[in-house]
């Protein structure tokens, strides 16, 4: 797949050019009846023994035949955010693509499917998924697709796979926090007060529906006293998943330790004046050396964001555009 075709540059909706404005106005963008007309099979997947994620499916007749695409939400998103329902629809309808808007532990409603909570780390989810495709429906070209923490998710799944699932046919990650570190120290500026504030907000309630659900596992008594993502994750998140502390979990899961060893078609795109990841990651040796990495940086798009100036003939939501290009060049060779 040539990753290298002449592309619009991304040209930022005049009104929303500052980095704030361009990562919270799509949050509150109205997106109504994306997925309409669009058959839509739930599934469960099983990772682990203990734990199941839950996929919205979107066929195509004689699927086999067809690219699929998994989508991978960011930090307290979900199958249902709206970057997730449009990239599936235009995935679908436009590129011809079967579409997986894959939950991770615990989203989408999802907390009895699993005891654990959800991080960076859990890459092999994604690698058990893409494996029961390959091999119960017989799919013969997966892409992956996440944004922010699912981005950093899938950069890491293909470098520790590196060619081993022969189904893998790429990844595309948008602005992904593949050095978590960094991430949590950038939304610790005041300037990102409010993004940390929400992220949070929503983890606390998260946590307190685990505990009824899961009752003696988790202590919710020092959630009143936490102000900080940092200590969410050294109190929660870290133990839960096997770290020594928060920054040992900020390390270990960061895609940046592999970016070298992936071997399957990349797409990384990034805003230079993303809020909270810093641009700085991605000017690494392994961005700029491996082969199959292609870095699309733009100055602008804020996180996520990627609103763009009017065009003829396309809405202002230019990455999931141009992801769903990329999606379509050589399908008639699969």
Known sequence: ???????????????????????????????????????????????????????????????????????????????????????????????????????????GGTEPLTPTLYHSGLSGDLAAVVTELQTKDGLRSIWVVGYSMGGNLALKMAGEVRASLPALGGVIAVCPNIDPGACVAALEQPSNWLYQRHFLKKLKARLRRKAQLFPGRFDVSPLSRMSTLREFDNTYTAPDGGYASAEDYYDRSAARHVLADIRVPTIILVAQDDPFIPYRMFEDEATKTNRWIRLWAPKHGGHCGFIQRPRQNEDCYWAENRLVEALAVGKETL
């Open 1 to 107: 797949m040539n990753l290298c075709a002449a592309r619009p540059a991304f040209e930022p909706h005049p009104l929303l050019r500052p980095p704030h404005l361009m990562t919270l106005v799509p949050r509150f963008w109205p997106r109504r009846s994306l997925l309409k007309g669009i058959p839509t099979d739930p599934r469960l997947f099983t990772v682990v023994p203990d734990t199941q994620l839950l996929g919205h499916c979107h066929w195509q007749p004689d699927c086999q035949s067809h690219r699929t695409v998994i989508l991978i939400h960011g930090l307290e998103g979900s199958s249902e955010s709206h970057y997730m329902q449009g990239t599936a629809s235009k995935a679908w309808r436009g590129a011809g693509c079967n579409v997986v808007r894959l939950n991770q532990r615990n989203c």
